[in-house]
């Protein structure tokens, strides 16, 4: 049986009428999703195109031909009319996307108020830096300590007038509040052999009444150094060179003083304002100190120096009231 012979005419006007709803339709299309669909409906595998063509095989050798360009021609017009129509949806899809996140640079935003480095830490982490630069290292430690590392082991025991000087904040157990980080320097000491060079920042706490100058709580730096041959020499060194970091080329005077630790001792003052002003106590380690830690004081010696932070703090910000550093006012923290 033979196959019925399609009109070319009419496959033609089937081709020409796609042509105008393909291209309406995109002309028409709202979003990509629908775009896509109308690709698909038109020029995909089973679309409108191909069921046109699939008919080629019933037309006369002859007229093939003249069909076949005319499906290349309206092929290549759909896909460009399909491009076109992304492009242009693509465009206003980011338009709107613009338009809803647009942030309006010409209003006030939300204050967030910048936060400033406390004086305390700013003096204490300039004094940190200087000793850093020589060669010392930092350690810390509790601040509830022992009677043992806070004055015993620092050649003060329990009957010694000298903790008169250091009344501290005793606890139920039996532990205090360290005085000082003096005690820092035992610990460190009882697990390192020499040399050493350590700095101890860290906060203490003593029974002092508030005023002016005073607190019961306030922050303290040590400095230790220990080696063979170590002299009173390499102290006075270590010290003015720290000194003249921070204050500059100022006068500067050791007086003969007293602590429990260190012998022989000295307090070390600065000209400052056209008069002398106290800043720092020093001395060589006592032998005893040494010998608590297991170091034999025949062949180590090593000095030692401490240093409350608040005085410096105030002194070179020419602050009056200790209490101002604890008092959180911003009127006062903001100069900073």
């Known amino acids: 049986m033979t196959?019925?012979?399609?009109?070319?005419a009419a496959l033609e006007k089937q081709l020409n009428d796609l042509q105008g709803t393909a291209i309406a339709s995109i002309t028409a299309a709202q979003s990509l999703e629908e775009l896509e669909q109308f690709r698909i409906g038109y020029l995909g595998k089973k679309g409108q195109l191909s069921a046109i063509l699939g008919a080629m095989g019933k037309l006369p050798p002859a007229d093939r031909p003249r069909l076949g360009a005319l499906a290349n021609i309206l092929k290549d017009e759909v896909q460009a009319s399909l491009e076109q129509k992304k492009v242009a949806l693509q465009t206003a899809q980011i338009e709107a996307q613009l338009a809803a996140e647009t942030l309006d640079v010409t209003m006030p935003g939300c204050y967030r108020p910048q936060g400033r480095i406390h004086p305390l830490n700013a003096t204490m982490d300039r004094i940190i830096d200087i000793f850093i630069g020589l060669g010392y290292i930092v350690d810390e430690g509790p601040e509830m300590e022992t009677d043992y590392y806070n004055f015993q082991a620092l050649n003060t025991p329990e009957d010694h007038p000298a903790r008169d000087m250091q009344d501290t904040f005793y606890l139920p157990d039996g532990n205090l509040l360290r005085t000082h980080t003096s005690s820092i320097q035992i610990r460190h000491m009882e697990l390192n052999d020499p040399p050493i060079r350590l700095i101890a920042p860290g906060r203490c706490f003593r029974r002092d009444t508030e005023d002016?100058?005073?607190?019961?709580?306030?922050?303290?730096?040590?400095?230790?150094?220990?080696?063979?041959g170590l002299t009173f020499t390499d102290l006075k060194g270590t010290v003015k060179s720290f000194l003249m970091e921070i204050f500059g080329d100022v006068p500067i005077r050791f007086r003969a003083s007293y602590f429990p630790f260190t012998e022989p001792s000295a307090e070390v003052d600065v000209e400052w304002n056209g008069r002398w002003l106290?800043?720092?106590?020093?001395?060589m380690v006592d032998p005893n100190v040494l010998k608590n830690v297991g170091y034999d004081p025949e062949i180590y010696s090593g000095f030692a120096a401490g240093l409350g932070i608040e005085r410096f703090t105030m002194v070179l910000h020419q602050i009056d009231d200790i209490r101002r550093l604890y008092s959180s006012d911003l009127r006062f923290l903001h100069q900073f």
Request: charged share 15%; glycine share 6%; net charge negative.
């Open 212 to 228: 002016a100058t005073h607190a019961a709580v306030f922050h303290q730096l040590e400095i230790l150094a220990v080696d063979e």
């Open 3 to 8: 196959s019925p012979v399609i009109d070319l």
């Open 278 to 283: 106290e800043v720092m106590g020093c001395g």
